[in-house]
């Protein structure tokens, strides 16, 4: 069965200290993974999609890169207003995503 | 543009009552979604609408129905609630099926009691 993790499952960070989230996956075949950000009380926010091992995308402080194994999203002398939930999830040449559980991220100022 | 949008934000129901989740887009997409979030798991799918006229289940249809009233609109409706479904629901829409990314509506926080 297809299926996607993440860890941490709660991270907490001092302002500029930089970090990594992880996302591993077990698929019977990747197509696509995207990298989502969700505030407390909003839906989830499009950050990145990555399509082979190698692939590097940056945003602001967030650099997300694949494996073909995982992915990391690398943060970069966070911020405060990074505090979120990072989801990620995978496009495995079915009709829809598969989600991992998220990584709650809280960046103390 | 609104995005996606969905009404109402929270809803309190009783036990074997009925209620419909309304969304709507206004980006021209052709895919649509709706999924439920439940603390400690990803979103799980529960129904999707490839495009206008089209509806199929997702990981976790029982107990939900669903309508494409037209490319904007696509409600959920739950004909008769219990309390294992109280959770948060989501639509989102996307420009095609995957792999599209999608964007999603602010969800609607429904608890069953």
């Known amino acids: 069965e297809d299926q996607v993790t993440q860890s941490p499952e709660a991270l907490r960070l001092q302002e500029g200290e930089s970090s990594s989230l992880n996302c591993s996956y077990t698929v019977s075949g990747l197509r696509g993974l995207f990298w989502y950000r969700q505030d407390p009380g909003k839906g989830p926010e499009f950050l990145f999609t990555l399509y082979s091992a190698g692939e590097e995308k940056e945003k602001e402080r967030l650099k997300a890169t694949l494996t073909k194994k995982e992915s990391f999203l690398h943060i970069t002398a966070p911020k405060p207003e990074d505090s979120a939930t990072y989801l990620c999830?995978?496009?495995?040449?079915?009709?829809?995503?598969?989600f991992g559980p998220g990584t709650r991220l809280s960046v103390l100022p | 543009n609104a995005g996606v949008t969905q009404t109402p934000k929270f809803q309190v129901l009783k036990t074997g009552q009925s209620m419909t989740l309304q969304c709507a887009q206004d980006m021209n997409h052709n895919s649509m979604y709706w999924y439920r979030q439940d603390p400690g798991m990803g979103l799980r799918l529960i129904y999707y609408s490839a495009s206008e006229g089209t509806t199929d289940k997702g990981e976790v249809p029982n107990g939900y129905n669903v309508s494409r009233l037209n490319k904007r609109e696509f409600s959920l409706r739950l004909e008769s609630a219990a309390p294992s479904q109280t959770s948060v629901y989501f639509c989102a829409s996307s420009m095609d099926l995957l792999p599209y990314e999608q964007y999603f509506g602010p969800g609607t926080r429904l608890t069953v009691t």
């Open positions: 999830a995978v496009d495995n040449y079915g009709q829809n995503f598969v």
